[in-house]
């Protein structure tokens, strides 16, 4: 068994390229790199594209925190008289972005869960057992990559009316849960694995719900975590199918509920960029403490393509 | 079972696993329950995309309204409308104007990002935080973040940049038919560049350290470290983000939407809004979809190519 179990880190599709960012660019080499007149060039131009990009951020920022009344002077200032968080304190009492926000993070968890879930067990299912018409059945999945759900908006929302989903939580999730797309990066995945670890569960008497449960998914980690990164992003950020399904405010998401909103907020522009900071501040702050797991897994599902 | 006893050097618990691998009672574990295992996915599967692209189907072949009902069948008419329609032609013109305007910008500036904090190797924390986090921004947020920051020709970020470099501002970036499209690009840049820029670090990093030491051997200079070892190892990794490049920006549909609804004078209204337009708010559903299928198949198109390109390069890896 051992010798098995030693050749398991070693299949993980993901190991070569992925773990690379973890290690930093320099792994290898070891050596610290001299600041050649070059290199100073290339920093400065990195720093200034950095800026360059940083800009908007700190605008909306800047504005927010400026006084109502300043937020349309007709020359450039980052900053107000004063500091002030009023424009926050007025879009948060409304309660609507509370609401939108329970909203999002309530859709994005129940859909990365069922993305998951039913993903990693049809994957499994494809690459890992025999049954009549299973190449038919996945040659069908694998053709549905090539459907956008934006082409199937017009009958999706036919059936969503004839279903009673319209304007509930089910209507945004059920539609966006089956992804092709990840059943086809999983059963690469599981491809990759070797099977004398699940037999080795069988030769024990494991049943078959068992070594999926207690081998296959312990061995997936990485792979599921990127799949379940990238849906939540996917979610979280979905503006389409969740503004075309919901009508009621109480049932929109965060960013359809924002940009249903937005006109309400006419002029008052600081009131405008701190409801946006607060509706982009969680992914971000997500993103602050899973920067390394976040990368990998948008690269690696990004690139599963190839 | 007697064909593993000859490999007897094998440890004894490696043969038992083998030769219970070979066992009936094993070889059947492999054969069950696949149904139960899929069966989840390919309920959810059936319902929400092979019905709905059947339903799309029969919905484009009759003149059904919003609520479904009092629907005729009418044949191919939605479909001949639609290839004489000239606002399906313009904004389907619109989505491919897009397409080619945002494709290259956002490839190579992905690429020259990601080729700046691959060799700086200093701080990549903040190169990854300036780069990729508007990629984790909702459209919504920057759609919204950019109309305000270039719409205001008096208060708003761009025009008050310009004026503090004497230029002269007032240029209608989302009201001037020559801007409008032009803006939407760069907010687009801004906004996505992030992704290629992972793809293209993550490429980097797997390229071999020994051919770059060989080359510095050889005397090779940093522009032919980069010509002839970078751009080339990078090949493959640049056609898949071409592609799903192409396939993203075909998509487009957010950020006009809130940018500019389409407009000015519909110059920017891509063909999902045309869709939007037909469907939702003119209730027409059954040429909305025949419109979406017109689209399909464009997208279906540079899938195809797509297909083909990975099973060459699949095959070429195979090689």
Redesign the interface.
């Known amino acids: 068994?051992?010798?098995?179990v030693k050749a398991a880190p070693a299949v993980t599709p993901d190991a070569?390229?992925?773990t690379?960012?973890a290690a930093?660019?320099?792994?290898?080499?070891g050596r610290r790199?001299r600041w050649t007149p070059?290199?100073v060039g290339?920093?400065a131009?990195?720093l200034a594209?950095?800026?360059l990009?940083?800009?908007?951020?700190a605008?909306?920022v800047a504005t927010s925190l400026k006084p109502e009344n300043e937020?349309?002077?007709?020359?450039?200032e980052w900053i107000g008289s004063r500091i002030t968080f009023d424009a926050y304190e007025k879009v948060w009492a409304s309660g609507d972005l509370a609401r939108w926000m329970v909203n999002s993070a309530y859709i994005s968890a129940v859909t990365t869960a069922l993305t998951v879930?039913?993903?990693a067990?049809?994957a499994?299912?494809?690459s890992?057992?025999?049954?009549r018409g299973?190449r038919a059945?996945y040659g069908?999945?694998l053709a549905?990559?090539?459907?956008?759900p934006?082409?199937?908006?017009?009958?999706?929302?036919?059936?969503m009316?004839?279903l009673g989903l319209v304007d509930t939580y089910w209507g945004v999730i059920?539609?966006q849960?089956?992804v092709?797309a990840m059943?086809f990066i999983l059963v690469k995945f599981f491809e990759g694995v070797p099977?004398?670890l699940e037999?080795?569960a069988?030769?024990d008497g494991a049943g078959?719900?068992r070594v999926?449960w207690t081998v296959v998914i312990p061995l997936s980690r990485p792979v599921l975590a990127a799949v379940a990164i990238f849906t939540f992003?996917q979610t979280?950020?979905n503006?389409?199918w969740p503004f075309?399904v919901t009508t009621d405010p109480n049932a929109m998401t965060?960013?359809?509920g924002?940009?249903n909103v937005?006109s309400t907020y006419g002029a008052r522009?600081a009131q405008?960029?701190a409801s946006?900071v607060i509706?982009?501040l969680p992914?971000?702050l997500v993103?602050a403490f899973f920067?390394r797991q976040?990368?990998r897994g948008?690269?690696h599902t990004?690139?599963a393509?190839? | 079972m007697t064909a593993t006893a000859p490999t007897a050097p094998a440890?004894p618990?490696?043969a038992?696993?083998r030769a219970?691998?070979r066992?009936p009672?094993?070889r059947r574990?492999?054969?069950?329950?696949?149904?139960?295992?899929?069966a989840?996915?390919?309920l959810?599967?059936a319902?929400?995309?092979?019905?709905?692209?059947l339903?799309?189907l029969k919905?484009s072949l009759g003149d059904?309204n919003?609520?479904?009902t009092d629907s005729r069948f009418v044949g191919l008419d939605n479909y001949a409308e639609a290839l004489r329609d000239p606002e399906v032609w313009s904004s389907l013109w619109h989505t491919v104007w897009f397409t080619l305007l945002s494709t290259v910008p956002l490839v190579v500036t992905g690429l020259v990002?990601a080729l700046?904090?691959?060799?700086?190797?200093?701080v990549?924390?903040?190169?990854?935080?300036?780069?990729?986090?508007?990629?984790?921004?909702?459209?919504?947020?920057v759609?919204?973040?950019?109309l305000?920051?270039i719409y205001?020709s008096?208060?708003g970020?761009a025009d008050?940049?310009l004026?503090?470099l004497g230029l002269d501002p007032g240029i209608g970036w989302l009201t001037d038919t020559r801007y409008a499209m032009l803006s939407i690009v760069l907010t687009t840049v801004?906004w996505t560049v992030g992704?290629n820029f992972?793809?293209y670090?993550?490429?980097?990093?797997?390229i071999p350290?020994h051919l770059y030491e060989a080359a510095e051997l050889d005397g090779a200079g940093?522009w032919h470290r980069l010509r002839h070892i970078t751009l080339p190892m990078l090949s493959?990794?640049t056609a898949?983000v071409v592609?799903?490049q192409l396939?993203a920006s075909l998509?487009i549909?957010?950020q006009v939407y809130?940018m500019t609804g389409g407009g000015p004078d519909e110059s920017t209204r891509p063909i999902?809004q045309y869709?939007?337009d037909a469907?939702?708010t003119g209730y027409r559903?059954g040429y909305?979809?025949a419109v979406?299928?017109v689209?399909?198949a464009l997208?279906?198109i540079v899938?195809?190519i797509?297909?083909r390109m990975?099973r060459r390069?699949r095959e070429e890896a195979a090689k």
Request: charged share 10%.
């Open positions: 068994v051992s010798a098995t070569a390229p992925d690379a960012p930093g660019p320099g792994a290898g080499s790199p070059g290199r290339m920093l131009a990195a594209l950095a800026a990009w940083v800009l908007p951020l605008w909306a937020t349309t002077r007709t020359s450039l879930l039913t993903c067990m049809a499994y299912g494809f890992r057992t025999e049954f299973r059945l069908l999945v549905g990559i090539m459907v956008p934006q082409v199937l908006i017009a009958p999706l929302f036919a059936e009316v004839s059920l539609p849960v089956a092709p059943v099977r004398e037999e080795a069988f030769v078959r719900w999926f992003i979280w950020n503006f389409l075309l965060l960013p359809v924002l940009v937005q522009y405008v960029m946006l509706a982009g992914l971000l993103f920067q976040i990368v948008v690269a990004g690139l393509g190839q | 440890p618990a490696r038992a696993v219970g691998a066992s009672a094993v574990r492999w054969t069950e329950h696949g149904l139960v295992f899929t989840p996915f390919l959810l599967y319902l929400f995309l092979v019905w709905p692209v339903l799309g919905m059904d919003i609520a479904g990002l700046l904090a691959h060799h700086l190797r200093v990549q924390w903040l190169w990854r935080l300036s780069w990729f986090t508007p990629f984790l921004l909702p459209s919504g947020v759609g919204l973040l950019w305000w920051m205001p008096d208060f970020l008050l940049l004026k503090s801004w992704f992972l793809l670090l993550a490429a980097l990093q797997a350290q940093a493959r990794t898949v592609v799903l396939l998509k549909f957010d809130i999902l869709v939007y469907g939702f559903i909305a979809s979406s299928y689209f399909f997208i279906v899938s195809l797509h297909l990975t390069s």
